[in-house]
């Protein structure tokens, strides 16, 4: 790596948005206590109905710089927005509430920013959690440049790998689509990233996908129903976005490719519910059914 400059300032807040978990969030601030370099702050914002986290935001407040936000409304999308207005740093980052940061991440993550100002936002690679002590103290941190819609597919990138520049998160009329996303009022249930990276591309803001230093989050699909939801909410990023047939095809194959790597029963379950998702079919009735009952 090259020579730092001291003169670009390189503090990063983290911004968790969480429901419904206390042993994960523990757990993921356990691996911020073991980061080589702290975040300046890390912004919670709970939106637990009973005030399930007083024990571990009153454990981990003697350890690392918390700002526990409790608000009265649901969705991550929202959350991530709420908080994002709280943060300070000059980086940010929005881990999920069940992932966790290999001890150096932070350390590593910063440094890049510091030494290469034309990088804007950087997505990590990811491994599952399983793997977390394996990972490499120092990592390579080779990349590739992000340019286009396809490279962010093929990127596989979630909330929680994305930090980027604050400067150029603010440059956008909103940060996270508060229509996409887990706990938003319609059933598109992810890609709320997606839709975000690709409005950063089309502000020319410029992306990384390193290739070695990694988070850890699981690579699980619960459930035909959230694969469906999930499904669901990649077509509206693509349709929304006017991305293209090809863009659309290659989306709405990729799955059956994924289930011939595993052909399980359970798992050709979850690849016909993400088809119908991604098809766009469901998406189309329920906007009709909405229309009728808005009228």
Request: net charge positive; glycine share 4%; aromatic share 8%.
């Amino acid at each position: 790596m090259t020579q730092e400059n001291p003169t670009i300032k390189v503090d990063l807040s983290l911004v968790l948005c969480t429901y419904g978990r206390t042993n994960e969030v523990d757990n993921f601030l356990d691996s911020i206590y073991r980061q080589t370099k702290k975040p300046t702050e890390i912004i919670i914002v709970d939106q637990n109905e009973e005030n399930i986290l007083h024990y571990i935001i009153k454990k981990w407040s003697e350890k690392l710089p918390i700002i526990h936000k409790r608000v009265n409304f649901k969705g991550a999308s929202r959350s991530r927005n709420f908080g994002a207005k709280q943060a300070v740093s000059a980086l940010i980052a929005f881990p999920d509430d069940d992932c966790l940061y290999p001890p150096r991440l932070i350390e590593n993550i910063t440094k890049l920013f510091q030494q290469k100002r034309e990088f804007e936002t950087i997505l990590t690679a990811k491994i599952e959690p399983s793997e977390i002590s394996s990972c490499l103290s120092k990592p390579s941190l080779n990349y590739s440049w992000v340019t286009s819609s396809l490279d962010l597919f093929k990127a596989k990138a979630e909330t929680s790998n994305i930090f980027a520049r604050k400067s150029k998160l603010e440059s956008l009329p909103f940060i996270f689509n508060e229509n996409i996303g887990p706990g938003a009022n319609t059933p598109w249930a992810s890609n709320e990233e997606t839709d975000l990276l690709i409005r950063l591309l089309k502000q020319g803001i410029k992306i990384i996908k390193l290739k070695e230093l990694s988070i850890a989050h699981h690579s699980l699909q619960v459930s035909p129903a959230r694969s469906l939801k999930y499904g669901m909410g990649r077509f509206e990023v693509i349709s929304t976005h006017r991305l293209g047939a090809g863009i659309y095809l290659i989306n709405l194959f990729q799955p059956i490719v994924r289930y011939l790597k595993n052909p399980k029963p359970y798992n050709l379950l979850l690849c016909i519910a993400t088809i119908l998702g991604r098809s766009g079919i469901i998406n189309q009735v329920f906007k009709i059914f909405n229309s009728r009952t808005g009228d």
